[in-house]
């Protein structure tokens, strides 16, 4: 495998259920995030770990939980969400530096959600 | 505050032709990056160009170049010699210069591109 994957790429799920979606990069990279994608809607960013330690929570609601167990590999936990969290999810990773640095992200194929 | 804009919600373009889709930016920063992504229908999205605000001269990755205009605040995206596999969603992305540790990124809402044979 090579670049940044996930995994599933379509999920459709009740708003009762727990779902996770998965994340691997493989591109030695030390900083992961994830996105939602909603129709005609920027990008909204949603959680960014820098060297496994989470450095950014946008006011994500708690029904959204994210994990990241090492640098290469992230996930995010799903419970009783609503249908309005129907969107494309996207995972992306980049090199971090604490010193300085703009670094591009790679971003995986997403997972598209739909929750009824 | 920080805020990509991207005006040309679609735009077709002939096969062979060049084509700039537009992007402007917001920021007082006077250090930042500028990102041009593309999003086929398979959704993921792919790194095309990059443009730091301290560079002299634009950016040219292959037929992709950016054709900054920094008093404008502007980072236009030129694709020369258009191809059918170019037919995407484009998107402008710059680094959020106040992201601090978290080389956040800040997204316009994309432009459609459909090329015709």
């Known amino acids: 495998e090579t670049g940044v994957t996930q995994t599933p790429r379509h999920l459709v799920m009740g708003m009762t259920n727990k779902k996770s979606l998965k994340c691997e990069q493989h591109?030695?990279?030390?900083?992961m995030y994830w996105y939602k994608q909603s129709a005609k809607k920027p990008l909204e960013l949603m959680f960014v770990y820098s060297l496994e330690e989470r450095v950014e929570n946008n006011s994500v609601p708690s029904r959204f939980s994210p994990e990241c167990p090492n640098s290469s590999h992230l996930f995010l936990h799903l419970h009783t969400l609503q249908p309005e969290d129907s969107a494309l999810y996207l995972c992306a990773s980049s090199h971090f530096f604490k010193t300085s640095g703009i670094y591009e992200q790679y971003f995986g194929p997403g997972t598209r959600l739909t929750v009824t | 505050a920080q805020k990509i804009t991207q005006t040309q919600p679609g735009m077709f373009v002939q096969e062979k032709e060049a084509v700039t889709l537009d992007c402007t930016y917001d920021t007082s920063d006077q250090s930042y990056g500028l990102f041009w992504y593309k999003q086929p229908s398979s959704g993921e999205m792919i790194f095309l160009i990059y443009?730091?605000?301290?560079?002299?001269q634009n950016a040219t990755e292959g037929r992709y170049s950016l054709n900054f205009q920094k008093a404008r605040k502007s980072a236009n995206l030129v694709i020369s010699a258009s191809q059918l596999g170019d037919s995407a969603m484009y998107f402008c992305?710059?680094?959020?210069?106040?992201?601090?540790?978290?080389?956040?990124?800040?997204f316009g809402t994309g432009t459609l591109l459909a090329v015709q044979p």
């Open positions: 591109l030695g990279h030390n900083a």
């Open positions: 992305a710059m680094r959020d210069p106040r992201g601090g540790a978290t080389n956040k990124l800040i």
């Open positions: 443009q730091g605000s301290y560079d002299e």
